[in-house]
């Protein structure tokens, strides 16, 4: 708490341009406790250490000053704070609240960065105007570049260039003193004080014309401009989130107080914002939402040095929710109607219920009577009309004139969901399956167009409705018809106006079925052509005479028809290596006898196509390939009736890290056999053309220890031979 005090009172005489030395004990203790108190305020401020730096650089100040408070791990080792840091500090505007609420704001252009407040819900919702205060660019100044309007009025502290030019080139810097004079070199001292900007320069330009001739003759002009504006002290209280003291630009105004003191709270008025001169004692009202609402700061006064800005409790508040442009919680002008809170909530939301809207209101104490509730519900009910000029036209209906009270809630429904109101659906061959809005007279007709018409292989000659039965009885769920249909209800046309379609079943003519009325709930179900499908395609390729993608003729086509419609094989197809794949299902390779399906044109192995399906028939290669765990892996002429030791014996046989149990042998149809067992006895498969021999490495994991086996048999072998000759004694 003291070091935070040494930092406030550090920070405040560098502002107020008190001695800017604080006793080096002290000073030292507060960098070496509370250090990080300093980082904090320097990072509240929104700058990044490069902004700093080029602040501190554009100040005529060492860019290095702070550097000391801008990480975690430079805090333990600060130096204590010197005439630099506390110079710097100063040029930053950085400031701490002190006991007495006085707060040194930064005298900055535009939008500084401060903590953030929360936003605030009551009820659910956002009181309208209040986020612009709780966001994190929480604290705005006046524009301090420019020139200064006329009516600006002149007070001590003010910096000002005068320039004489013509016959005499001069440029004095003046400063209003504190009793509210001019010290002007070869004119002397001239009152300015509470002077506009305006009767400022018409007064230097008199007085200043009886030293300089030539400004009379108008050979000599004079100018005068502000170059730094003074700073003034003014007060905030009532319903604001800081309140206190501020010092202040003289050009701020009543918003800019608001902005350094955080804004209302959620009890402050936003509507009837008090201004008290401190110096005449007279009172101004502002209104905030026309600034918030249309951005309009007409109404806005510029602050005076002793200025009060007081926020009282708000008024009358009603809450708006449901479909509505801005659903939040408004404060009312004493005139504001139901009218006028839904215009300052920019009207109905698109999906409003624009027929009826209701009001919830607390009854007054006194329209209570015995037996009545507390509580009541005004349902309004609201008229379409097309006029924007007829009294209370609000989005296309008139909203009629009714008085609100402070508490009241003011719901408008949204409309019903597709699922909750009419609606018909439509599925199957179509393409766009929905479910739609229904309407009185709505046709099959018109929902298909809604579906954007039938997708090929439609069958058009009659579709199935779902309708809610008459009866239910007996436990009837829907009622099924059959709705009879043509080919005009196809979306293609010939040039001569002629419905066409894909070959298939035969439709009736255009214009041979009625119309057909839909029903709230219809559910449409467009059938598809009894064994309609779209061609497709299989694939042959490698020793055919013709390889390629080949369509599908029927449902019946087999690989033999496949491999005689690419014109027959080559000469040098190896069938045996043949491999068949099926795309369906991701199956992948099927083992397919392939001659044999050549043989017998009717047996299993000539399996029936399906989309999809491809078939490869290698070439023929006299030739095995031995890899692995072999001495010298190679590639070997396939020799008939040669078994696996013959092959491993032109590999230069095993490797001593060879698994020689999982030796495979990988045949050229993509099949893979490994050694069979039975009993004692193992058999190995032979390689065929096209081959490959894979040999193993043995399993690191899964070596026989043999000095633990031998030690355990050791131990196994004392313990008997214990057990044998205790019992012989």
């Known amino acids: ?56 650089r554009a100040s005529g100040l060492s860019p290095d ?15 204590p704070f010197d005439s630099n840091a506390m110079t710097a500090l100063e040029a930053l505007g950085i400031g701490v609240q002190t006991a007495d609420g006085f707060e040194v704001v930064p005298v900055e252009a535009g939008m500084q960065l401060r903590g953030a407040r929360r936003e605030i819900l009551v009820n659910g919702l956002p009181i309208f105007g ?33 320039i004489i030019t013509g016959e005499v080139e001069l440029a004095h810097e003046l400063v209003v003193t504190r009793e509210g004079f001019l010290l002007v070199p070869d004119v002397g001292r001239i009152s300015v004080a509470n002077l506009t900007m305006a009767d400022l320069r018409i007064l230097l330009r008199d007085r200043l014309a009886d030293s300089y001739s ?31 003291a501020y010092q202040l630009a003289s050009v701020a105004t009543v918003t800019n107080a608001l902005y350094a003191a955080g804004g209302p709270t959620v009890l402050g008025s936003l ?74 909530a920019q009207g109905f939301a698109p999906e409003a219920n624009r027929q009826r809207m209701t009001i919830h209101r607390v009854v007054r104490p006194s329209d209570r009577g015995p037996g009545s509730s507390d509580r009541i519900a005004i349902d309004l009910g609201l008229t379409p009309s097309k006029d924007p000029g007829e009294p209370g036209h609000v989005g296309g209906v008139l909203i009629p004139p009714v008085g609100l009270q402070d508490g009241d809630s003011i719901v408008v429904d949204q409309v019903a969901d597709l699922r909750d109101s009419y609606y018909v659906s439509i599925v199957g061959m179509v393409s766009a399956p929905d479910t739609l809005p229904w309407r009185e007279g709505m046709t099959l007709r018109d929902l298909m167009l809604l579906a954007r018409g039938p997708t090929v292989g439609a069958d058009l000659r009659e579709a199935q409705v779902s309708r809610l ?45 009625p119309e057909f009325i839909l029903q709230p709930f219809d559910q449409v179900l467009i059938l598809r052509q009894p064994e309609f499908e779209m061609p497709q395609s299989v694939e042959i390729t490698g020793e055919v005479s013709v390889p390629g993608d080949y369509t599908l003729l029927t449902k019946n086509d087999r690989v033999a028809d496949l491999i005689a419609r690419a014109n027959g094989l080559l000469d040098t197809a190896y069938l045996e ?77 095993y490797r001593n890290d060879a698994d020689k149990g999982r030796v495979s042998v990988r045949y050229a149809d993509g099949l893979a056999r490994t050694r069979s067992k039975f009993l004692f006895w193992s058999s190995y498969p032979a390689p065929g053309p096209g081959s490959v021999v894979s040999v193993p490495l043995k399993d690191p994991l899964n070596r026989l220890d043999t000095i633990g086996l031998v030690t355990n048999l050791v131990g196994i072998l004392s313990s008997l031979t214990t057990v044998i000759l205790v019992l012989v004694r």
């Open 271 to 344: 509507r009837e914002i008090k201004l008290r001169r401190g110096r005449s004692g007279d009172e101004v009202s502002l209104d905030l939402y026309p600034y918030l609402l249309d951005g309009d700061v007409s109404g806005d006064v510029i602050l005076e040095q002793g200025d009060v800005v007081f926020v009282p409790l708000r008024g009358r508040q009603v809450q708006l929710r449901g479909s509505v442009g801005r659903p939040a919680l408004y404060e009312l002008d004493a005139d504001d109607d139901l009218i006028d809170v839904l215009s300052e």
């Open 577 to 653: 290596g043949a491999r068949f794949f099926r795309q369906q299902d991701d199956l992948g390779r099927i083992n397919v006898d392939i001659p044999t399906a050549l043989d017998d044109r009717t047996g299993e192995a000539n399996i029936i196509l399906q989309p999809g399906d491809s078939l490869h028939i290698p070439e023929y290669s006299p030739t095995v390939v031995i890899e692995g765990a072999v001495n010298s892996p190679v590639t070997v002429l396939f020799r008939e009736g040669a078994d696996l030791n013959y092959y491993l014996a032109n590999a230069g046989g």
């Open 65 to 79: 000053a702070l550097d000391q408070f801008f990480s975690y791990d430079s805090l333990e080792a600060a130096s």
């Open 214 to 244: 030539g400004i009379t003759r108008g050979t000599t002009s004079v100018d005068v401009t502000i170059t730094e504006l003074r700073t003034i002290q003014i007060y905030v209280t009532g319903e604001v989130a800081q309140a206190g």
């Open 1 to 56: 708490m003291r070091a935070a005090a040494l930092c406030v009172a550090v920070v405040l005489a560098t502002a107020t341009g008190a001695s800017a030395q604080v006793p080096s004990a002290e000073a030292r203790q507060l960098s070496r406790e509370n250090p990080d108190l300093v980082r904090q305020r320097l990072l509240q401020s929104g700058l990044s250490e490069r902004q700093i730096r080029d602040r501190l």
């Open 469 to 513: 039965p008459d009866e239910r009885r007996l436990g009837e769920l829907a009622d099924a018809l059959m709705v009879p249909l043509d080919s005009s209800y196809l979306s293609q046309r010939t040039p001569d106006g002629q419905y066409v379609g894909p070959p298939g079943v035969a439709f009736p003519p255009a214009g041979t079925s």
């Open 130 to 162: 209040l986020d612009v205060f709780t966001r994190a660019s929480s604290l705005f100044q006046p524009l301090l570049s420019g020139p200064v309007p006329d009516s600006y009025l002149i007070g001590p502290g003010d910096q000002l260039v005068l």
